[in-house]
Protein backbone atom coordinates (compact mmCIF):
# COMPACT_ATOMS: atom_id res chain seq x y z
CA UNK A 1 0.00 0.00 0.00
CA UNK A 2 1.45 3.69 -0.72
CA UNK A 3 0.47 6.21 1.71
CA UNK A 4 -0.91 9.56 0.80
CA UNK A 5 0.66 11.60 2.88
CA UNK A 6 1.08 14.62 1.59
CA UNK A 7 4.25 15.72 -0.44
CA UNK A 8 5.49 12.78 -0.28
CA UNK A 9 6.02 11.71 -3.78
CA UNK A 10 6.67 14.70 -5.19
CA UNK A 11 9.37 16.30 -6.40
CA UNK A 12 11.17 18.75 -4.18
CA UNK A 13 9.84 22.54 -3.78
CA UNK A 14 11.05 25.66 -3.08
CA UNK A 15 14.72 24.36 -3.72
CA UNK A 16 16.36 27.86 -4.06
CA UNK A 17 14.95 28.82 -0.83
CA UNK A 18 16.24 25.59 1.14
CA UNK A 19 19.75 25.66 -0.39
CA UNK A 20 19.46 29.11 0.99
CA UNK A 21 18.40 28.28 4.64
CA UNK A 22 21.18 25.85 4.61
CA UNK A 23 24.18 27.27 3.64
CA UNK A 24 23.39 30.69 5.22
CA UNK A 25 21.34 30.56 7.94
CA UNK A 26 21.90 27.07 9.40
CA UNK A 27 25.30 26.69 8.52
CA UNK A 28 26.88 30.11 9.44
CA UNK A 29 24.24 30.75 12.13
CA UNK A 30 21.87 28.35 13.51
CA UNK A 31 24.24 25.26 13.04
CA UNK A 32 27.07 26.74 14.92
CA UNK A 33 25.37 27.93 18.48
CA UNK A 34 23.03 25.08 18.23
CA UNK A 35 25.50 22.82 18.28
CA UNK A 36 27.35 24.18 21.30
CA UNK A 37 23.89 24.99 22.97
CA UNK A 38 22.67 21.52 22.98
CA UNK A 39 26.68 20.16 23.38
CA UNK A 40 26.47 18.11 19.86
CA UNK A 41 30.19 18.64 19.02
CA UNK A 42 30.57 16.08 15.57
CA UNK A 43 33.61 15.92 13.40
CA UNK A 44 32.61 18.44 10.12
CA UNK A 45 33.65 16.51 6.76
CA UNK A 46 35.95 19.13 5.02
CA UNK A 47 35.93 17.24 1.23
CA UNK A 48 34.03 17.35 -1.64
CA UNK A 49 31.85 14.75 -2.66
CA UNK A 50 29.97 15.01 -6.10
CA UNK A 51 26.23 15.18 -5.81
CA UNK A 52 23.84 13.97 -5.85
CA UNK A 53 24.29 11.08 -3.55
CA UNK A 54 22.68 9.62 -0.49
CA UNK A 55 24.01 9.75 2.93
CA UNK A 56 23.15 7.31 5.59
CA UNK A 57 23.32 7.44 9.54
CA UNK A 58 22.74 5.22 12.40
CA UNK A 59 19.67 6.95 14.22
CA UNK A 60 20.20 6.67 18.05
CA UNK A 61 17.82 10.17 19.22
CA UNK A 62 15.31 12.62 18.35
CA UNK A 63 18.65 15.45 17.85
CA UNK A 64 20.76 13.33 15.45
CA UNK A 65 19.94 15.67 12.40
CA UNK A 66 21.87 18.12 14.68
CA UNK A 67 25.04 16.15 14.48
CA UNK A 68 24.70 14.84 10.80
CA UNK A 69 24.29 18.74 9.41
CA UNK A 70 26.97 19.51 11.60
CA UNK A 71 29.06 16.41 10.44
CA UNK A 72 28.02 16.71 6.82
CA UNK A 73 26.52 20.53 6.20
CA UNK A 74 24.71 20.89 3.01
CA UNK A 75 21.23 20.65 1.50
CA UNK A 76 19.52 17.49 1.17
CA UNK A 77 16.45 15.93 1.77
CA UNK A 78 15.60 14.00 4.77
CA UNK A 79 13.76 10.99 4.77
CA UNK A 80 11.37 11.05 8.13
CA UNK A 81 8.55 9.82 10.60
CA UNK A 82 5.21 11.48 9.40
CA UNK A 83 5.30 11.79 13.33
CA UNK A 84 7.25 14.79 12.88
CA UNK A 85 5.19 17.13 11.80
CA UNK A 86 1.81 15.89 13.29
CA UNK A 87 1.09 18.68 15.57
CA UNK A 88 1.10 22.25 14.02
CA UNK A 89 3.84 24.15 15.50
CA UNK A 90 6.30 21.51 14.45
CA UNK A 91 5.49 21.09 10.95
CA UNK A 92 5.81 24.54 10.43
CA UNK A 93 9.20 24.64 11.72
CA UNK A 94 10.14 21.60 10.27
CA UNK A 95 8.63 22.51 7.02
CA UNK A 96 10.58 25.98 6.93
CA UNK A 97 13.78 24.08 7.40
CA UNK A 98 13.50 20.90 5.09
CA UNK A 99 11.88 19.88 2.02
CA UNK A 100 11.70 16.17 3.69
CA UNK A 101 10.56 12.99 2.40
CA UNK A 102 7.88 11.97 4.89
CA UNK A 103 7.40 8.09 5.81
CA UNK A 104 4.39 6.58 7.54
CA UNK A 105 5.70 3.99 10.22
CA UNK A 106 4.38 0.85 9.45
CA UNK A 107 3.54 1.22 5.70
CA UNK A 108 5.26 0.50 2.36
CA UNK A 109 8.37 2.41 1.31
CA UNK A 110 7.04 2.64 -2.17
CA UNK A 111 6.41 6.46 -1.97
CA UNK A 112 9.63 6.95 -0.05
CA UNK A 113 11.17 5.21 -3.51
CA UNK A 114 9.80 7.63 -5.39
CA UNK A 115 10.54 10.74 -3.27
CA UNK A 116 14.17 9.70 -3.74
CA UNK A 117 14.09 9.07 -7.01
CA UNK A 118 13.00 12.46 -8.11
CA UNK A 119 15.35 13.97 -5.56
CA UNK A 120 18.11 12.61 -7.12
CA UNK A 121 17.14 13.70 -10.61
CA UNK A 122 17.15 17.60 -9.54
CA UNK A 123 20.90 16.68 -8.08
CA UNK A 124 19.25 17.42 -4.70
CA UNK A 125 21.26 14.32 -2.01
CA UNK A 126 18.82 12.45 0.14
CA UNK A 127 19.93 11.59 3.46
CA UNK A 128 17.85 8.79 5.73
CA UNK A 129 18.14 6.52 8.78
CA UNK A 130 18.23 2.66 7.25
CA UNK A 131 17.35 1.20 10.40
CA UNK A 132 14.01 3.21 10.04
CA UNK A 133 14.02 3.99 13.78
CA UNK A 134 15.77 5.15 16.53
CA UNK A 135 17.26 2.02 18.58
CA UNK A 136 15.93 1.03 21.79
CA UNK A 137 18.41 -0.55 22.92
CA UNK A 138 21.52 1.18 22.46
CA UNK A 139 23.36 -0.82 19.71
CA UNK A 140 22.52 -0.04 15.69
CA UNK A 141 19.90 -2.37 13.97
CA UNK A 142 20.68 -3.95 10.55
CA UNK A 143 19.45 -2.31 7.29
CA UNK A 144 15.81 -2.79 6.46
CA UNK A 145 15.87 -5.26 3.81
CA UNK A 146 14.93 -3.39 0.81
CA UNK A 147 18.37 -0.36 1.80
CA UNK A 148 20.23 -2.15 -0.35
CA UNK A 149 18.65 -2.69 -3.75
CA UNK A 150 16.98 0.64 -3.43
CA UNK A 151 20.74 2.39 -2.73
CA UNK A 152 21.73 0.14 -5.92
CA UNK A 153 18.79 1.10 -8.17
CA UNK A 154 19.49 4.71 -7.66
CA UNK A 155 22.74 4.68 -8.98
CA UNK A 156 24.61 8.03 -6.66
CA UNK A 157 27.87 7.36 -4.46
CA UNK A 158 27.03 6.63 -1.09
CA UNK A 159 28.07 7.93 2.27
CA UNK A 160 28.18 6.33 5.63
CA UNK A 161 28.91 8.68 8.36
CA UNK A 162 27.86 7.06 12.02
CA UNK A 163 26.80 8.23 14.88
CA UNK A 164 28.12 8.42 18.34
CA UNK A 165 26.78 9.00 22.02
CA UNK A 166 23.19 9.82 21.08
CA UNK A 167 21.44 7.11 22.99
CA UNK A 168 23.62 8.41 26.38
CA UNK A 169 22.36 11.99 25.16
CA UNK A 170 18.43 11.17 24.75
CA UNK A 171 17.82 7.34 24.87
CA UNK A 172 14.35 6.88 22.63
CA UNK A 173 12.75 5.49 26.30
CA UNK A 174 13.45 8.74 28.25
CA UNK A 175 12.14 12.25 28.10
CA UNK A 176 15.11 14.32 29.30
CA UNK A 177 18.48 15.01 27.55
CA UNK A 178 21.76 14.22 29.38
CA UNK A 179 24.59 16.82 28.88
CA UNK A 180 27.21 13.77 27.97
CA UNK A 181 29.38 13.50 24.80
CA UNK A 182 27.63 13.41 21.33
CA UNK A 183 28.99 13.41 18.20
CA UNK A 184 29.72 12.16 14.26
CA UNK A 185 31.91 11.29 11.63
CA UNK A 186 31.80 10.07 8.33
CA UNK A 187 33.15 6.67 8.03
CA UNK A 188 33.05 6.04 3.71
CA UNK A 189 32.67 7.12 0.48
CA UNK A 190 31.88 5.08 -2.05
CA UNK A 191 31.30 5.49 -5.75
CA UNK A 192 28.16 4.19 -7.64
CA UNK A 193 30.75 2.25 -9.82
CA UNK A 194 31.87 0.68 -6.72
CA UNK A 195 27.74 0.01 -5.62
CA UNK A 196 27.04 -1.16 -8.93
CA UNK A 197 29.81 -4.12 -8.63
CA UNK A 198 28.06 -5.35 -5.50
CA UNK A 199 24.59 -6.93 -4.67
CA UNK A 200 22.16 -5.51 -2.46
CA UNK A 201 22.82 -7.95 0.31
CA UNK A 202 26.80 -6.96 0.04
CA UNK A 203 25.50 -3.23 0.39
CA UNK A 204 23.35 -3.85 2.99
CA UNK A 205 26.60 -5.26 5.36
CA UNK A 206 28.26 -2.61 3.97
CA UNK A 207 26.03 -0.08 5.80
CA UNK A 208 25.02 -2.02 8.83
CA UNK A 209 29.51 -2.54 9.43
CA UNK A 210 29.83 1.38 8.62
CA UNK A 211 27.41 2.58 10.98
CA UNK A 212 27.50 -0.02 13.98
CA UNK A 213 27.97 1.03 16.96
CA UNK A 214 27.45 -0.22 20.51
CA UNK A 215 27.50 2.50 23.03
CA UNK A 216 28.02 0.10 26.30
CA UNK A 217 30.81 -1.29 24.64
CA UNK A 218 32.45 2.14 23.59
CA UNK A 219 31.47 3.88 26.46
CA UNK A 220 33.10 1.13 29.14
CA UNK A 221 36.32 2.07 27.71
CA UNK A 222 35.63 6.40 26.43
CA UNK A 223 34.03 6.85 30.42
CA UNK A 224 31.50 9.91 29.36
CA UNK A 225 28.99 10.50 31.89
CA UNK A 226 24.97 10.60 30.78
CA UNK A 227 23.73 11.90 33.81
CA UNK A 228 19.87 13.12 34.28
CA UNK A 229 18.05 13.92 37.44
CA UNK A 230 16.19 10.21 36.73
CA UNK A 231 18.55 8.22 34.31
CA UNK A 232 15.51 4.79 34.83
CA UNK A 233 12.67 7.04 34.56
CA UNK A 234 10.40 5.21 31.52
CA UNK A 235 13.02 2.43 31.29
CA UNK A 236 9.83 0.04 30.87
CA UNK A 237 9.11 1.08 27.57
CA UNK A 238 12.15 -0.87 26.15
CA UNK A 239 12.87 -3.69 29.23
CA UNK A 240 9.15 -5.70 30.26
CA UNK A 241 10.62 -9.14 31.08
CA UNK A 242 12.23 -9.45 34.33
CA UNK A 243 15.58 -11.01 34.28
CA UNK A 244 14.61 -13.01 37.79
CA UNK A 245 11.25 -14.28 37.96
CA UNK A 246 10.59 -13.61 34.11
CA UNK A 247 7.47 -12.02 34.46
CA UNK A 248 6.00 -9.46 31.54
CA UNK A 249 5.01 -6.15 31.93
CA UNK A 250 5.82 -5.83 35.56
CA UNK A 251 9.00 -3.74 35.18
CA UNK A 252 8.81 -0.23 36.42
CA UNK A 253 11.36 2.60 37.18
CA UNK A 254 11.80 5.24 39.54
CA UNK A 255 14.48 8.30 39.33
CA UNK A 256 17.55 5.61 39.17
CA UNK A 257 15.95 2.87 40.07
CA UNK A 258 14.51 -0.06 37.78
CA UNK A 259 12.44 -3.07 39.73
CA UNK A 260 10.02 -5.75 39.23
CA UNK A 261 6.38 -5.22 41.31
CA UNK A 262 6.17 -9.01 41.31
CA UNK A 263 9.61 -10.35 42.60
CA UNK A 264 11.32 -7.14 43.90
CA UNK A 265 14.06 -7.61 41.57
CA UNK A 266 16.10 -4.08 41.16
CA UNK A 267 19.05 -2.60 39.62
CA UNK A 268 20.23 1.01 39.59
CA UNK A 269 21.35 2.79 36.59
CA UNK A 270 24.62 4.72 37.12
CA UNK A 271 26.02 7.84 35.06
CA UNK A 272 27.79 5.49 32.57
CA UNK A 273 24.68 3.71 31.48
CA UNK A 274 24.70 0.54 33.43
CA UNK A 275 23.19 -1.41 36.06
CA UNK A 276 24.39 -1.75 39.27
CA UNK A 277 22.78 -4.07 42.15
CA UNK A 278 23.37 -7.04 44.52
CA UNK A 279 21.92 -9.78 42.38
CA UNK A 280 22.33 -7.75 39.27
CA UNK A 281 21.70 -10.51 35.80
CA UNK A 282 22.94 -8.06 33.57
CA UNK A 283 24.91 -4.38 33.51
CA UNK A 284 23.41 -2.95 30.22
CA UNK A 285 20.13 -2.57 28.17
CA UNK A 286 21.20 -4.32 25.37
CA UNK A 287 22.41 -7.65 26.79
CA UNK A 288 18.94 -7.44 28.51
CA UNK A 289 17.16 -6.47 25.82
CA UNK A 290 18.40 -9.58 23.45
CA UNK A 291 17.63 -12.23 26.56
CA UNK A 292 14.29 -10.67 27.05
CA UNK A 293 13.22 -11.23 22.73
CA UNK A 294 15.07 -14.86 23.42
CA UNK A 295 12.69 -15.66 25.90
CA UNK A 296 9.62 -14.38 24.27
CA UNK A 297 10.81 -15.99 21.06
CA UNK A 298 10.86 -19.44 23.79
CA UNK A 299 7.31 -19.07 24.32
CA UNK A 300 5.78 -19.26 20.86
CA UNK A 301 5.00 -22.86 21.20
CA UNK A 302 2.81 -22.52 23.93
CA UNK A 303 1.19 -19.29 22.18
CA UNK A 304 0.79 -21.75 19.55
CA UNK A 305 -0.95 -24.23 21.62
CA UNK A 306 -3.44 -21.54 22.48
CA UNK A 307 -4.02 -19.28 19.55
CA UNK A 308 -6.79 -17.67 21.13
CA UNK A 309 -5.12 -16.47 25.38
CA UNK A 310 -4.59 -12.56 24.78
CA UNK A 311 -0.03 -12.93 25.29
CA UNK A 312 -0.16 -8.99 26.62
CA UNK A 313 -2.54 -6.14 26.45
CA UNK A 314 -3.09 -2.33 27.42
CA UNK A 315 -6.25 -0.69 28.24
CA UNK A 316 -7.84 3.28 28.12
CA UNK A 317 -6.55 4.12 24.71
CA UNK A 318 -7.50 5.67 22.02
CA UNK A 319 -7.88 4.35 18.34
CA UNK A 320 -7.52 6.36 15.44
CA UNK A 321 -8.13 6.64 11.97
CA UNK A 322 -5.28 8.11 9.67
CA UNK A 323 -6.33 9.84 6.29
CA UNK A 324 -3.61 12.21 5.07
CA UNK A 325 -2.70 14.71 8.04
CA UNK A 326 -5.52 14.42 9.22
CA UNK A 327 -7.21 12.07 11.98
CA UNK A 328 -10.43 10.71 12.67
CA UNK A 329 -11.22 9.14 16.21
CA UNK A 330 -12.75 6.49 16.58
CA UNK A 331 -13.52 5.33 19.91
CA UNK A 332 -11.49 7.56 23.40
CA UNK A 333 -11.92 4.09 25.66
CA UNK A 334 -9.92 0.90 23.68
CA UNK A 335 -8.19 -2.33 24.61
CA UNK A 336 -5.29 -3.23 22.79
CA UNK A 337 -4.52 -7.33 22.68
CA UNK A 338 -2.60 -9.31 21.10
CA UNK A 339 -2.94 -13.37 20.69
CA UNK A 340 -1.12 -15.93 18.57
CA UNK A 341 -2.85 -14.99 15.01
CA UNK A 342 -4.47 -11.43 16.18
CA UNK A 343 -4.15 -7.59 17.06
CA UNK A 344 -7.60 -7.12 18.56
CA UNK A 345 -9.15 -3.64 19.66
CA UNK A 346 -12.23 -3.39 21.03
CA UNK A 347 -14.21 -0.16 22.82
CA UNK A 348 -17.24 1.24 23.58
CA UNK A 349 -18.13 2.03 20.17
CA UNK A 350 -15.60 -0.38 17.60
CA UNK A 351 -14.22 -3.87 17.50
CA UNK A 352 -11.26 -4.31 15.13
CA UNK A 353 -9.86 -8.11 14.93
CA UNK A 354 -6.75 -7.64 12.39
CA UNK A 355 -5.14 -11.29 11.61
CA UNK A 356 -1.54 -10.85 11.98
CA UNK A 357 -0.80 -12.65 8.61
CA UNK A 358 -2.83 -9.96 6.34
CA UNK A 359 -0.86 -6.68 8.31
CA UNK A 360 1.20 -4.70 6.12
CA UNK A 361 2.78 -3.01 9.45
CA UNK A 362 2.73 -3.28 13.31
CA UNK A 363 5.32 -1.00 14.58
CA UNK A 364 5.97 1.63 17.71
CA UNK A 365 4.87 4.92 17.69
CA UNK A 366 5.13 7.28 20.85
CA UNK A 367 2.89 6.38 23.86
CA UNK A 368 1.03 3.21 21.18
CA UNK A 369 1.46 1.73 18.22
CA UNK A 370 0.58 1.48 14.27
CA UNK A 371 -1.66 -0.61 12.50
CA UNK A 372 -1.31 -0.94 8.87
CA UNK A 373 -4.33 -3.04 7.44
CA UNK A 374 -6.22 -3.31 4.71
CA UNK A 375 -5.72 -0.20 3.11
CA UNK A 376 -6.29 1.87 6.16
CA UNK A 377 -4.17 3.15 8.75
CA UNK A 378 -4.72 2.98 12.63
CA UNK A 379 -3.05 4.05 15.88
CA UNK A 380 -3.90 3.23 19.16
CA UNK A 381 -2.57 5.69 21.72
CA UNK A 382 -2.40 5.31 25.24
CA UNK A 383 -1.97 8.57 28.11
CA UNK A 384 0.33 6.57 29.36
CA UNK A 385 4.17 5.01 28.78
CA UNK A 386 4.26 1.04 28.38
CA UNK A 387 6.77 -0.93 26.55
CA UNK A 388 4.58 -0.92 23.32
CA UNK A 389 7.54 -2.52 21.30
CA UNK A 390 6.53 -6.06 22.67
CA UNK A 391 3.82 -6.07 20.40
CA UNK A 392 5.84 -5.59 17.45
CA UNK A 393 8.75 -8.28 18.87
CA UNK A 394 5.48 -10.45 19.74
CA UNK A 395 4.25 -10.36 15.82
CA UNK A 396 7.79 -10.70 14.29
CA UNK A 397 7.91 -13.74 16.60
CA UNK A 398 5.09 -15.19 15.49
CA UNK A 399 5.37 -14.65 12.07
CA UNK A 400 8.62 -16.08 12.49
CA UNK A 401 11.11 -13.43 11.34
CA UNK A 402 14.76 -13.35 11.57
CA UNK A 403 15.49 -10.31 13.40
CA UNK A 404 13.37 -9.10 15.87
Request: proline share 4%.
Amino acid sequence: MVSSVKGRRSAPKHTWWYRFFMRVPIRCFILPFGSRALNIRPTMYKGKVEKPFILVFNHACDYDFVAVLGSFPGYYRFVMSDELIKKPHKRLVIKSVTNGIYRRKGESAAGVAEGIRASLDQGIPVCMAPEGEETINGVTMPARKKTGSLIKEMGVDLITLRLEGGYGYLPKWATTRSPGKYGGHVVGIYSKEQISKMTAEEVNDLVYKDLYFNIFEWNRKEHNVYDRKARAENLERALYVCPKCESISTMHSKVHDFYCDKCGYKVTMNKYLLFEGDDMVFDNIYDWDQWQKRHLRSLRPQWEAEPDKVITSNTGGTLKRMKGDDQEILDENVKLEITFNDVIVTGDKISFRFPLNELEGLTTISHGVAISHGGEYYKAWFPYYDAMARYRTIRRIIMEEEYI
